[in-house]
Structures are given as C-alpha cells and as structure tokens.
C-alpha cells in the first residue's frame, strides 16, 4: 500500500509546479543577516526555506593543541552541528558521523577561499548550528559561514556559495526540500563554488543521473548559485549600511544632548 501511494504523488505537475508551488529552477526564501552574535569575531543568521541556521568566526587566532597547527597556512577548524530539536524525531545531540563528515567537506571548501597562507600557525574557527533543519542544510550551513568570515574581515578570494540540484518524480529540480529529497528516485547533489571564478569546492551525489541530466543539473545550480551570491552580498552591505545609520543617529543624539 506505501508504495503504491508513492507511486502516485506527483512532484511537479504539467504546468512546472512543484508540491510546495515553487518552479523547477526556483530557490526556496532566503534571508541572511550579519553580524548577529557580538562575542564573535564575525557571525551570521540564515534562513533558507525551513532551515534556520546561526554561524560564527573566531580568529586568525592561536592553533591549539598546538601540535595540529600548520607553519605553512592557516587551519580552517569548521564544526557543523544540528540541534537535538532540529528535526522532527529527537536527534542525539552527540556528533554523529553525518556531522563529523559533513564538518570536513564544508571546511575543504571554505580553504580554497580564503587566503590561508597569510596566517601560518594560527586556527580559524567556525561553528554552525542548524536550529532547523528540512533539507540542503550542509550548504546552507557553507552559505552562512562564507557571509560569518566576510564579517570578521578574513581575506578571501572569493565568497562561497550554491544550492542543491537534483531529480524527483524523474525531473531536474534545484534546491529540494525533504519531501523531494524522499522521492523514490530521488537523486541529491549539493554544490558550492566560488561564483566569479566558477571553481566547484564542494560537489557529492547521492543518486544516478544520466550525462544529459547532469548537465542540465549543473547549468541549473550555477544559475541559482549567482541568485544566492547576491543574497549574500546584500547581507554584508546591509549591515554596515545600518550600522553607519546607527552610528550617524547616535552621534546626531549626543550633539543635541550637549
């Protein structure tokens, strides 16, 4: 009986519309605000559909355990974590293997932008907790990150952004939501970049796709990729646009009170 009402959901109807109304090329909703948590060197709050994601910097600053320190570069020390409450079933708050993997590729791609070589023997730590989680998290977690580092004033080459691509109901769909992501030929590909150099930094496939497929997957990720660089950019010019605000009314408020 499960599999016979599987059979018959359709993902994206005749006129291109998905189960949530959204086109086969359209993003879901994304917001980002920076500088939201002050202790930090530079930090970030996401919101990418349904996931809701807070990140923050600390550093260049001194590598310990000393010994995993580098006399060459900088090392990137990023931690990707989901809160117990994230998902709907109770998720052990102890770091699963998701995580720890999860940890490892978004840090490898958030290396190839910043300019680790300046800081020889030092760390650059950032921490990402997902508050909510409903799909395409591990990129939504690198989307908020790269903003958190241009915050703190890391030099990099490039900002880091994407989305997911992939297939439900035998279409190529961008940016899946958990629905999609359980479709019975569901195919997943989350893929991050740096948007004016083009270089992938990220890329995993869970899935099969024909070569045909694929290359439209990719056309359509480089596309949405550049929609949620201009998010990006236009959450960092925000905040210094609001904080030159607050510092003219600020300053206008102690004028008039001398």
């Known amino acids: ?66 010994h995993t320190a580098s006399p060459y570069k900088a090392v990137i020390k990023f931690v990707y974590r989901m809160a117990a409450f994230s998902v709907p079933d109770r998720k052990n708050p102890k770091p699963g293997r998701r995580e720890v993997e999860i940890s490892k590729v978004c840090g490898e791609a958030l290396e190839r932008a910043i300019f680790v070589e300046k800081f020889p023997n030092t760390s650059i730590d950032v921490t990402v907790e997902i508050v909510d989680s409903n799909a395409g ?23 880091v952004c994407g989305t997911s691509v992939g297939k439900a109901g035998g279409k190529i769909i961008v940016d899946l939501d958990k629905d999609e992501e359980d479709a019975s030929d569901a195919v997943d590909i989350p893929i991050a970049m ?33 929609k949620v660089y201009e998010v990006q950019k236009q959450a960092l010019k925000a905040k210094y646009i609001n904080g030159e605000a607050d510092a003219n009314k600020a300053e206008k408020k102690g004028v008039e009170e001398k």
Not at 18 to 34: F, N, Q, S, Y
Not at 49 to 55: L, S, Y
Not at 152 to 157: E, F, K, L, T, V
């Open 1 to 66: 009986m499960g599999k016979k009402k599987e059979e018959q959901i359709i993902y994206v109807d005749s006129k291109g519309k998905r189960l949530d109304g959204r086109k086969v090329d359209e993003l879901r909703p994304i917001k980002i605000t920076a500088g939201v948590i002050p202790r930090a060197d530079g930090s970030a709050y996401l919101e990418w559909g349904q996931n809701k994601v807070f990140a923050a910097v600390y550093g260049p600053r001194e590598c310990l355990p000393k």
């Open 137 to 159: 998290s591990r990129i939504a977690a690198l989307t908020a990150a790269s903003v958190a580092l241009a915050d703190a004033g890391i030099p990099m080459r490039d900002m």
């Open 194 to 226: 740096l948007p004016n150099s083009k270089e992938v930094v990220l890329l995993q496939l869970d899935g099969v796709l024909t070569r045909k497929e694929w290359d439209e997957a990719y056309k359509m990720a480089e596309v949405s990729a550049m």
